[in-house]
């Protein structure tokens, strides 16, 4: 935002003044997001059932999405790690919950991230998708530490059925979640707009739904940096907040 009062030639200032003239709101959340992200980053545990979750402690968030997504590679790019979530190509193989600890060793992490299982691959018998779906929804429905699900979406190709079903799910569930585009450099950025506007008109038909878009792409990075400041901003607003350092 630009404020009227500040009548400094940005080219008067010297370099490393920036930070003091020109801070924002904005860029405290992405320095804080940068460095909560940069701290260690550890797999703890793996739950392929609901009695096998871990005790309940730090905040957690989850990343949920179809198979093939990009979720793995947005985890990946989210901790600056090369592979942390092993980026499969074997879709649908991984029916567990895998929590990673983040900001600190396992017991002392600020905030925990949760890596669902993917679903909507065509290949995976009823019974099993039954399954997941219950685990899914009883570890929504019990999980007080559980502050936001971060829905994953194909920027290529916007919702597709088993992702409303998913969003059905969250709503019952009363899950807070939002929507996170994938692989944004494959679409033309002049689409960007209607992709997400199109999007952004589906939200607001689901109650648990937040109703902002953000477009990332683990390719190229882009929007990653804004990812971690609004997971920042939400450990904030929900007093959820890691101590400073
Ligand atoms: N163009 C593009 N492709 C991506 C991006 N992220 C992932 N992919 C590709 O999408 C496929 C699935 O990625 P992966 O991270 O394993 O998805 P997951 O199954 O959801 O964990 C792989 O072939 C990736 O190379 C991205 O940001 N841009
Ligand atoms: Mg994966």
Not at 46 to 63: K, Q, R, Y
Not at 229 to 238: D, F, G
Request: some cysteine.
């Amino acid at each position: 935002m630009q404020d009227s009062g500040n009548s400094g030639d940005p080219q008067e200032q010297p370099a490393d003044a920036g930070a003091t003239v020109s801070e924002t709101v904005d860029e405290r959340l992405l320095e804080a997001g940068r460095l909560l992200f940069a701290g260690p980053c550890e797999f703890f545990w793996a739950a392929n059932n609901i009695s096998s979750l871990p005790p309940m402690g730090a905040p957690e968030i989850a990343f949920a999405g179809r198979s093939n997504v990009g979720k793995s590679s947005l985890l990946n790019a989210l901790t600056n790690r090369n592979s942390l979530a092993r980026t499969s190509n074997t879709p649908g193989r991984t029916q567990q919950l895998n929590f990673f600890a983040l900001g600190g060793p396992p017991g002392e992490e600020k905030l925990r991230l949760v890596d669902m299982p993917g679903y909507g691959y065509a290949a995976v018998a009823k019974n099993k998708v039954e399954a997941w779906t219950r685990m899914m929804r009883s570890y929504m429905r019990g999980r007080a530490t559980l502050m936001r699900v971060y829905m994953l979406i194909d920027a290529r190709h916007g919702f597709k059925p088993p992702d409303l079903e998913m969003m059905e799910l969250l709503d019952q569930c009363a899950q807070s979640y939002q929507i996170v585009l994938t692989k944004a450099d494959a679409i033309k950025r002049a689409e960007e707009p209607a992709s997400i506007a199109k999007i952004e008109a589906e939200l607001a038909r689901h109650p648990a739904a937040y109703p902002l878009v953000l477009a990332t792409s683990s390719r190229e990075s882009r929007g990653v940096p804004e990812l971690r400041a609004a997971i920042w901003q939400l450990l904030e607003e929900q007093g959820g907040l890691p101590e400073a350092g």
